[in-house]
């Protein structure tokens, strides 16, 4: 009978430490497919950290405010399998990010690429289910 509560324990551990693996989101989740957007502007922050980067760039609207927004990336082994690095991303560098917009409405979008000013323009999405696919 005790081995069997081991046992038992054990594996309950186990499970739960694996769980939240599970729980990573979908992008239908989160962003709105039909809701592409480009943004301009100049970096401010740089999270280089898993499960996803984030980039946070400040963009002037047509109204002249500067609104921060938080694009996230894929993974940064995924970027890095994708020629980007951290040092691409020094604070004040003018980017040019697509993506899709949050369904919620905040500044924040799920990004697909990011050009850079010396010409790159580089994949940035990540695989999340349900995203749209690159159009080439």
């Known amino acids: ?18 769980a939240p693996a599970y729980a ?5 989740a989160e962003y709105d497919a ?4 480009t943004l301009k502007g100049s970096l401010t922050k740089l999270e280089w ?7 946070h760039v400040d963009v002037k609207g047509d109204d002249g405010k500067v609104t921060n927004w938080a694009i996230e990336f894929g993974s940064p082994n995924a970027l890095l399998r994708r020629g980007l690095r951290k040092t691409d991303f020094p604070e004040g560098l003018q980017v040019v990010i697509n993506g899709y917009r949050a369904k919620n409405g905040a500044p924040t979008v799920n990004g697909t690429s990011v050009k850079l000013p ?7 999405g990540s ?10």
């Not at 990573?24 to 239908?28: I, N, S, Y």
């Open 1 to 18: 009978m005790k081995k069997l509560l081991i046992a038992f324990i054990a594996t309950a551990g186990m499970i739960s430490v694996t």
């Open 24 to 28: 990573h989101h979908a992008f239908a």
């Open 34 to 37: 039909l809701k592409p957007v």
């Open 49 to 55: 950290v898993n499960p996803h980067a984030w980039l």
């Open 118 to 124: 010396d010409g790159r323009d580089l994949f940035t």
């Open 127 to 136: 695989s999340g289910t349900g995203a749209p696919v690159e159009q080439q």
